[in-house]
């Protein structure tokens, strides 16, 4: 993270786990100490897409089934549970969702949890609950690409 947003900038999205909310699908957190630095300093706008789109927390791990988020934004892929129930409409609101948060704050930066299904960047798992990965992006993730936000993991220099 090289850009730190002052006070009057727009906040940058971080994905509500790395702030340490526990509303990752096991009901954990991944929390990172420079996100929620930033959450606590109000210089960031912590989400959760899951939760936004109606999944409860804890829920049954998802993953993508037939391509990406893109591809899910796009009716070509869907989004599948651990129990086989189709959650592609819960994780499209959630994308919505925070690409209507974004657009009302403004933000250009988004930073994300890597492999999840709503906010990976570039790695997603492959559908198949083998945890293998593939390349491509979460749904969330990929909406606000679409909206021309630059989105990022926390690894990202």
Do not use: W
Request: proline letters at 6%; glycine letters at 10%; charged letters at 20%.
């Amino acid at each position: 993270m090289d850009r730190v947003p002052t006070a009057k900038q727009a906040p940058i999205l971080v994905s509500a786990c790395l702030a340490g909310f526990p509303c990752r699908y096991d009901c954990k957190s991944k929390p990172n100490r420079e996100v929620m630095i930033l959450v606590a300093a109000g210089l960031a706008l912590p989400v959760c897409p899951e939760q936004l789109g109606g999944l409860p927390t804890p829920r049954s791990a998802a993953e993508i089934v037939g391509g990406d988020g893109h591809d899910v934004l796009a009716g070509k892929a869907r989004v599948i549970n651990g129990t086989g129930a189709d959650v592609s409409d819960e994780f499209v609101r959630g994308a919505r969702a925070v690409a209507q948060l974004a657009r009302l704050y403004g933000v250009k930066i988004a930073l994300l949890q890597e492999r999840s299904p709503s906010c990976g960047t570039s790695q997603v798992y492959d559908g198949t609950f083998s945890r293998r990965l593939r390349p491509g992006a979460g749904v969330a993730a990929a909406r606000l690409a679409q909206l021309g936000i630059e989105v990022k993991t926390v690894n990202d220099k």
